[in-house]
């Protein structure tokens, strides 16, 4: 039982990965490829993205494969063959708990390490993009806005690097408005600093109190453009960065470095510890749902819908608690409510597949074929 639901749990992983994946991955294209940035930077934040990807899908796709399992297993007979044989519905639930723990156990470093790090890495790649010289000027054809009160425009960019046809606003000061054109332009770097140098070009200054117009022609002029590439500094980290034992045991100091409130990080950190007990929560409930029906000639709709409304029902609990939480740090344990909610509910689905009688069922005949 425990191969059926790994091979299954594979496939239904695989398929909610992808579907996940690519609505995640329309959104960075049309942000990244549509600020003229290249396919190999879409294929790095795609890939940096994915491991949040499968954080979110893997308690469905542990669900889904508890469901289909033990449906199956019920529809070929297999488990009346193995309560002929006297397992109980607690003993087949070991491979499901099992299952959920191996699940779990996948969720933890995901949860705990990868997804930290892959936030960290894909907000570092954010940061060097947003200030590189190529992907915030270098756009042909249109106008655009690096800073405030500055517009550039480029009609053309030769092979060889050369702007053709640059114009420049400078709107910073309050007193005049400064205009650059030029038939040629150049980005250059030196001593840390980037520059614009133009040919031939005009630079027209209004001052604004007189409205007052003076023209300069230029052979050549160089301008500072440091500020428009490197604009914001660096960036501080996200509670979503910080690693779980730091948020745990430096709460103060990473709040104030993250500006969240400590309930804030305390519920980042507990949260990730309690994602892997909804895994082992939504396998358990998908097995015990079906375990629990009895025949019915219209399947087991009822019992995959009723374990739908259970999980439902241990997310809606999981948003309530997390108020709380945030308004007061020492309510911390209440993370563990939505985890425990949910194995209260599988065993008592359980206890009740496993009870010999239901009400309302016909007694067993006795010996001279009447019944009690």
């Not at 994915?50 to 070929?76: C, H, K, Q, W």
């Not at 000027?137 to 517009?151: D, K, M, N, R, Y």
């Not at 396998?283 to 749902?289: F, P, R």
């Amino acid at each position: 039982m425990l191969s059926q639901l790994m091979v299954v749990f594979g496939f239904f992983a695989l398929v909610l990965v992808m579907v996940y994946w690519v609505n995640t991955s329309v959104g960075l294209f049309d942000e990244l490829i549509a600020d003229g940035h290249t396919a190999g930077i879409f294929l790095e934040f795609t890939m940096l993205a994915l491991p949040g990807v499968i954080g979110i899908v893997l308690p469905m796709a542990a669900f889904g494969a508890a469901v289909y399992v033990t449906n199956r297993m019920s529809n070929d007979s297999e488990l009346t063959v193995a309560s002929a044989t006297g397992l109980s519905p607690w003993r087949l639930a070991r491979p499901v708990l099992v299952f959920g723990v191996i699940i779990g156990l996948m969720m933890a470093v995901l949860a705990n390490a990868l997804v930290p790090a892959s936030v960290s890495q894909l907000r570092l790649r954010e940061g060097e993009i947003s200030n590189s010289v190529t992907a915030r000027l270098l756009h042909e054809g249109t106008f655009l806005h690096p800073v405030s009160g500055i517009t550039f425009y480029i009609r053309d960019i030769t092979p060889e690097g050369e702007l053709l046809d640059v114009f420049l606003s400078d709107r910073r000061s309050e007193d005049r408005v400064t205009t650059y054109t030029a038939e040629t332009a150049f980005l250059l770097r030196e001593n840390g600093a980037s520059r614009l140098a133009m040919q031939s070009g005009i630079a027209q200054t209004l001052r604004l109190s007189d409205q007052t117009l003076s023209t300069t022609n230029f052979d050549d002029l160089t301008y500072d453009i440091s500020e428009m590439v490197a604009a914001g500094g660096a960036k501080r980290r996200r509670a979503e960065q910080v690693p779980t034992l730091e948020l745990l045991t430096q709460t103060a100091a990473v709040a104030e470095e993250v500006r969240d409130d400590p309930g804030e990080l305390l519920e980042e950190a507990h949260g990730r510890i309690a994602q892997p007990l909804l895994c082992i929560v939504a396998a358990l409930i998908g097995y015990a749902a079906l375990m629990s029906a009895s025949y019915s000639r219209f399947g087991v709709t009822k019992q995959v819908v009723g374990a739908i409304f259970l999980l439902v029902l241990v997310k809606v609990i999981e948003s309530a608690v997390g108020g709380p939480v945030r308004a007061n740090p020492a309510l911390w344990p209440l993370i563990y409510v939505p985890a425990l909610s949910g194995l209260l509910m599988a065993l008592l689905l359980l206890y009740q597949a496993a009870r010999p009688f239901r009400p309302g069922s016909p007694a067993a005949p006795d010996e001279d074929g009447t019944t009690a």
